[in-house]
């Protein structure tokens, strides 16, 4: 019996999309959803009270991170991580795979696990399967992540073939290890299905995670360089084999047209750094496209970053005076437009659920990619 | 008639403290009182909902900053400076000459004004006593401040005896060019006293300002490196000189043992940098004194900043986990430390009104010092 229950209210008439809530621990949230990056127990910027006030209601955390600072050992002293960060609700926590092969340095991967230097100090590392559980049972966030490979894009057959082949046994070392601890009674585990853009190998990690009963499955390996157009291909043909009473949650994917069309393809769960990170260099999402703030010529624009938008910044602040404390580095600056960042993704998440409900969701998607192609600053850039 | 009122309400028994209202166009703040400082059109790393909920009655702002960055025009467009920062309550600005003295370079004094560079570019700038009212004319505070040469510590006496006649000239010029304004209706200027350490100088500039009759009054050139006892002893000796109708300003002072001093001397306002300043450095006020909350020794103290203190920082945070977001660089660290030393310093004001009320200054003086000078990193550091 898993912690978590998936719980489906209803599959869109128009695409794959699925409304349903995700019932854990800390709470029941709402799917389709955008999970805010707390990367070292923060969401940069942000204070608990402001991403409950922007809706969040789950945020996920970065267990390679925690590891290196303050240390599993820390957090589960201080009661774990909700009671450390002053975050009650929802947590997921990734396995650290992605970070190893992303971050460190000097990786060399054995059938054990992952030596490796540290991203911080270059100090030798050692990750595997056993240890990215310890991790996360110290850290106590309700849904985890099986320690995987992510090989990098592009990648020829023979390796991802190698590679998912390695990345499911690790995933049943996981479960093993996961299932011994006692702790999967009040922490969930995912498996993450790979396989590169090779469909022969997406089919076979799905096939054999399915086979071990995760309660939940992730999408992994995407967003990370390929063309969008395979990136969705490769959700087309993967998502329908996997099961359809339980979530499904597409790794690492922020942007507002990957968001709608993850969607459409049946992806209930995203998480990303990219609104809170091109925040603090002044980028903001707005309904007309992206705007960097910086610009020379928001000096005397005195309205606000969007005007279609209803945020605390959209409704106190000005661009001028935005682009003022950016200028200025002053910190005000980031915190509003991370602010506004995550308004805009998660209200669009709270759109296209409602377009879902309303079966309205092709209208809803060419309404906004309309509006949003009329970027001013790059009309390609979403 | 100034567009400020200085309501006295009661000299305290023991001491010379006053307990007042001062009734300005944006409402009426409770004296003494502690002035954030909001630099650039921010107090960093706080927003204005944060800055109303600590009980910030009025904040300052720094004339020479705003008009080299974003220039006092944008400020003016914006429709001024309440509404381009978001406060409503109100500003006080000082006149530039504290930074034109302190932070530009190859500064040359004229009778005119001063020429000098930019401390961002070096570019060649001028400031005169009517371009300091020019500025924060168009910045629209409520107190303004005459434009002053605060001259170093220490100095000649024949220095600053020249010093103070000129900035008499310059306060004359302030006061001319602000009423030709007409702004005098809707910003009070306040007069500067000078002097250095010398008391006969002290005593002049205070003649010669108080004939001019400034609905406010502060005294300049203190805290600039002398010894604690001297700004004690000017200030024993200056602000009896001064309007018991009128508010004294003690400019650019901040530690909690100067608030009560100055408190007990007769200053009715203060402001200063240094809560914020050394918060982003991960040092707080705490009752016990100074605490360096990056020191290795917090990394599993799951206690509060202050267990004394019931902020928000210490109600849902522990040394640990603010220890870690300052190790890692996260800015939820500074937002923490920020409000938890404003708050110290705001509610340091509160108690000592509170104090003068019922008559024991003195008692609560005592008790507070007692207290602050187990400090655990410095006992003689406030």
Known sequence: MSSIRYEHIKTCKQTGARL????????????????????LATVKAMSPEELTELGSQI?????????????????????????????????????????????????????????FRSHLDGSKLFLSPEGAMDIQHALGSDIMMAFDECPPYPATHEYVKQSIERTTRWAERCLTHH?????????????????GEFQDLRNQSARDLIAMDFPGYAIGGLSVGEPKDIMYKVLEETLPLLPEDKPRYLMGVGSPDALIEGVIRGVDMFDCVLPTRIAR????????????????????????????????????????????LFKADEILGLRLTS????????????????????????????????????????????
């Open 281 to 324: 260099n002044g980028t903001c999402f707005t309904s007309g496209g992206r705007l960097v703030v910086k610009n020379k010529k928001f000096e005397r624009d005195f309205g606000p970053l969007d005007p279609e938008c209803d945020c605390y910044t959209c409704k106190n602040y000005s661009r001028a005076y935005i682009r003022h």
């Open 339 to 382: 602010y506004h960042n995550l308004h805009f993704l998660l209200k669009l998440m709270r759109d296209v659920r409602t377009a879902i409900l309303n079966d309205n969701l092709l209208e809803f998607k060419e309404a906004f990619f309309e509006a949003y192609k009329l970027n001013i600053e790059n009309p390609k850039n979403f």
């Open 20 to 39: 349903g809530k995700l019932h854990t621990p800390h709470g029941t949230i709402d799917t389709p959803i955008f999970m805010p990056v707390g990367t």
């Open 179 to 195: 299932k011994k601890s006692g702790q999967d009674k009040t922490q969930a585990l995912f498996g993450i299905v790979q396989g």
């Open 59 to 115: 945020i996920l955390s970065n267990t390679y991170h925690l590891w290196l600072r303050p240390g599993e050992d820390i957090v589960k002293e201080a009661g774990g991580l909700h009671k450390f960060m002053n975050w009650d609700k929802p947590i997921l926590t990734d396995s650290g795979g992605f970070q190893v092969f992303s971050l460190s340095e000097n990786r060399k991967i054995v059938e054990e696990g992952v030596h």
